[in-house]
């Protein structure tokens, strides 16, 4: 087996490197070391959002490395204030001078939030600013099966990825079989939890990395790859940024899977106050 790093198809005819790079917390001058270290390790997906208060950073990263930019994908997201059509346009522009790109490879609506009842608008913008040339792949985040349906009647438009809290204590596995089913690949965000729960050192997967010779947060990226899911890892430190792509050297056995599906807490495992449906985060 080779070490390659495979790649997922979306329904765009678009295909991503399957780890991202997350960026949650990484910021600043130290932030811009990270990144470009990153980039320098291999990475090809970066996931950033207005509300992560880091797209400069990103971009300087960008501007820094030595990769072309056509092969780097910049991934960024809609944050709640701008649903209005003419606002999320207005703040794609706006991300995009901030990172200094003239196009997004990948681009998100953040979160549904379905009380304000604006994201099939909010939707409909991030179709237009496809067809304007702002945006490559178009996809949402946090949205589970009603926000799903909605959008695709509403516009006739699939996005092509869903990017959802999945680590395993909350395995999040009905809407990934959702997503599958109407060909949007997930994404899994806190992939290890954070650091608020203690995935990384449970028992369960101590035993399955120490069998495969690999460490835990490799099985649990493995686990997301073989089962069709994109993790975007968050890793500020060189040394876990290249342990998160040596991925492609061994394989899960079924039970293997089966152990960390086992693991799931249902809604208890969700880390708390992240239900989509309540969620509401504005900037
Ligand atoms: N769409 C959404 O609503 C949403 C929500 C949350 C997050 N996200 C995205 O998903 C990304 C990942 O989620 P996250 O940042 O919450 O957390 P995460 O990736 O689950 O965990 C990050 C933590 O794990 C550590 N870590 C990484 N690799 C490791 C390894 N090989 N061994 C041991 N520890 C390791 C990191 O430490 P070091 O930095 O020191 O390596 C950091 O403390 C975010 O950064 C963001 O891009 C999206």
Wanted: hydrophobic share 35%; glycine share 6%.
């Amino acid at each position: 087996m080779t070490n390659e790093i495979k790649r997922f198809s979306l329904n765009d005819g678009t295909t991503l490197p399957a780890v991202g790079l997350g960026t949650v917390q990484i910021k600043g001058a130290k932030g811009v070391t990270s990144v470009l270290t990153a980039i320098q390790n291999g990475y090809r997906l970066i996931d950033t959002s207005t509300n992560y208060n880091n797209e400069g950073m990103v971009g300087e990263a960008v501007r820094r490395s030595t990769v072309p930019r056509e092969e780097l994908i910049i991934s960024s997201k809609l944050p709640g204030a701008a649903h209005d059509y003419d606002k999320a346009i207005l703040m794609i522009q706006e991300s995009l001078y901030r990172i200094g790109i003239d196009y997004f490879d990948k681009y998100l609506i953040h979160w549904p939030l379905p009380k304000q009842g604006k994201y099939v608008e909010a939707w409909r913008a991030l179709v237009d600013a496809q067809k304007f040339g702002l945006i490559k792949t178009i996809g949402v985040s946090n949205f589970l099966e009603e926000h799903l349906t909605n959008i695709i009647d509403e516009t006739g438009v699939t996005p092509a990825t869903n990017q959802i809290e999945r680590h395993p204590y909350f395995n999040n596995k009905e809407l990934v079989r959702v997503n599958e089913e109407k060909g949007i690949l997930t994404e899994a965000w806190s992939p290890f939890g954070r650091e608020i729960n203690d995935v990384l050192t449970n028992p369960v997967i101590k035993e399955i990395a120490e069998r495969q010779a690999k460490t835990a947060a490799q099985v649990i990226l493995r686990w997301n790859i073989e089962n069709n899911v994109l993790p975007i890892a968050k890793s500020a430190s060189s040394k876990n940024q290249i342990t998160n792509l040596d991925l492609f050297d061994f394989e899960l056995t079924d039970e293997d899977r089966q152990q960390i599906d086992s693991l799931d807490q249902g809604e208890d495992g969700r880390l708390q106050g992240q239900h989509p449906n309540e969620y509401e985060e504005f900037d």
